[in-house]
């Protein structure tokens, strides 16, 4: 069987954190996916294995070696309410393994049956969902966005119960790691100091060993999520993703996007957008997520404020939670500043000194208000800007209903751009250039999405699915035979538009 060459630190470091468990295993495996770039990078060498092997070793038949699979305890607030025993009901981390770069990777498996974190839940998965996990995993790293990543998907041959019988998968996710918000929580909550503790320090050593001699590391710990958190929230909202279940448990420590369920990108933008079905207060909301990702983190401290004064100690505990209240306050700037160094390439503006970022903070809102105001699509406005820049606005106005609103704010935006120029800046050429490194031409479009699920769930075809992952995977790329992936859907359409979780 292929070495993976495990080294299973969560398993050795934190014993009492999860409890071991096999995978169910699957009656008729069958390989739907392999993501060779990420084998690569793992140093996983997949082409030794035929397909039956790959398949049977990634439905969990035949666990390679060196595995300890095992189901990871966590707690979670969802929807803002707390779940004290959550835990990886259908998830199981096999091992961690270090890739080319140094870097430890988890893999584990999704789907792969029922764990003692079940509750009433049967385990498994179904392939629409899975391979919806693929594509948008694949499209942010393609977008250079932080995200667990899909490794493969096999079908099990067995079905999955939902409203309907649907084909069952098991998808093979890498991350960072799996630490959430939800896992400091869950021992907080039970009061296990001790495990917060070895928790905390093992998260310190895993993500931010540079921080391990911090003299408050509990503290530490909540300043990096903190700004791994920001970056992430803004390079979101720079894109348009809504990831449509931001509950603690869905917060990685790492500062991964993790559990796609009912994420989706914005078409017209639209700060309030919603596509979850169970969202009904829009808390998840496109424009919310800071605010959402500033709330998990007070989850977050407050799980390691015991460890960073004794419950009896009332002046500790007080400097403690003055010293997390500051990193929390301080959150909405970060994120902010984040939002606008993206937005500023995006608006193909050079980095500005901090006098200038009310006005371009003024310029990059009211282009997006234009943008709301006309309903128009989030991503072709930003790259017909691209365009704009070389003198060519006419692209840029077909995408609004009434063009003439936007002279104004172009007049502003090409003296902005000006202004750099005279000192030094790129150039109208190379600025759009530099525009379209980072806004896409393609996103994953929930129209492509559900088609490709569609035919691969209910025609056993995969083709579509192949042909929008190579799409995705080259997100500048303006390539003309490609321009159906570039097409907004019918409004129509995106007004129904509903996604769903836990599928
Ligand atoms: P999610 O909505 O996927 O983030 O899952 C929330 C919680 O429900 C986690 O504890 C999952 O492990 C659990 N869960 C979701 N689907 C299932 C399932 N089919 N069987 C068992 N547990 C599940
Ligand atoms: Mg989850």
């Known amino acids: 069987m292929l070495p993976f060459g495990f080294d299973n630190t969560y398993v050795r470091d934190l014993p009492g954190c999860y409890r071991p468990c096999l995978p169910a295993g699957a009656p008729a495996p069958r390989l739907l996916f392999l993501n060779q770039p990420l084998a690569d990078e793992l140093g996983l060498d997949l082409g030794a294995l035929s397909s039956a092997d790959a398949a049977a070793l990634f439905a969990g038949n035949a666990l390679p070696e060196g595995a300890e699979p095992i189901a990871q305890a966590y707690a979670g607030h969802q929807f803002g309410g707390f779940s004290p025993q959550l835990g990886d009901g259908r998830a199981l981390l096999l091992g961690e393994v270090i890739d080319r770069s140094g870097h430890r990777r988890d893999i584990a498996f999704k789907g792969s049956g029922r764990t003692p974190f079940s509750r009433g839940g049967d385990g498994k998965a179904a392939v629409g969902p899975m391979l919806r996990e693929v594509l948008i995993g694949e499209a942010m790293h393609a977008l250079g966005i932080?995200?667990?990543?899909?490794?493969a998907?096999?079908?099990?041959?067995?079905?999955?119960?939902?409203e309907q019988p649907l084909p069952g998968a098991v998808l093979t996710r890498v991350a960072a790691s799996h630490l959430r918000v939800g896992t400091f929580e869950y021992f907080a909550a039970r009061g296990e100091r001790e495990k917060l503790h070895q928790l905390a320090a093992y998260a310190l050593a895993r993500h931010d060993p540079q921080r391990l001699a911090a003299p408050g590391r509990a503290l530490a710990l909540l300043q990096a999520v903190a700004e791994r958190q920001a970056t992430l929230v803004a390079q979101w909202l720079n894109v348009g993703f809504i990831h449509g279940v931001m509950n603690t448990d869905n917060m990685a420590i790492s500062g991964e996007t993790i559990d796609y369920g009912p994420c989706a990108f914005l078409e017209a933008y639209d700060p309030a957008a919603v596509f979850s079905s169970i969202d009904h207060g829009g808390r998840y909301a496109y424009a919310n997520q800071?605010?959402?990702?500033?709330?998990?983190?007070?989850?977050?401290?407050?799980?390691?404020?015991p460890l960073m004064a004794e419950a009896d100690d009332e002046p500790a505990l007080q400097r403690a939670v003055a010293q997390v209240t500051m990193v929390i306050d301080a959150f909405p700037a970060r994120c902010a500043a984040a939002l606008l160094q993206g937005q500023r390439a995006k608006l193909g503006l050079l980095a500005a000194q901090a006098a200038d970022d009310e006005a371009d903070t003024t310029l990059a809102d009211d282009w997006l208000a234009l943008l709301h105001t006309q309903a128009v699509d989030f991503t072709l406005a930003w790259r017909r800007l691209a365009d704009a820049a070389e003198g060519d606005?006419?692209?840029l106005r077909a995408l609004f209903a009434a063009p003439?609103?936007?002279?104004?704010?172009?007049?502003r935006w090409h003296a902005r751009c000006q202004r750099d120029d005279?000192?030094?800046?790129?150039g109208a050429a190379e600025r759009a250039a530099r525009m379209r490194r980072v806004s896409p031409w393609i996103i994953a479009r929930n129209h492509r999405v559900e088609e490709a699920l569609a035919a691969a769930s209910d025609e056993d075809d995969l083709g579509p699915f192949q042909h929008l992952l190579a799409a995705l995977r080259r997100p500048y790329d303006e390539t003309p035979a490609l321009a159906r992936y570039a097409e907004p859907a019918p409004a129509e359409l995106t007004a129904c538009y509903r996604t769903f979780c836990g599928t």
């Open 290 to 305: 800071p605010h959402i990702a500033r709330w998990n983190l007070a989850r977050l401290a407050e799980s390691l404020l």
């Open 393 to 395: 606005e006419q692209p």
């Open 153 to 162: 998907v096999v079908a099990t041959g067995e079905p999955v119960f939902r």
């Open 404 to 411: 003439e609103a936007l002279a104004a704010w172009l007049q």
């Open 422 to 426: 005279a000192a030094g800046g790129p």
């Open 146 to 151: 932080p995200t667990t990543r899909a490794l």
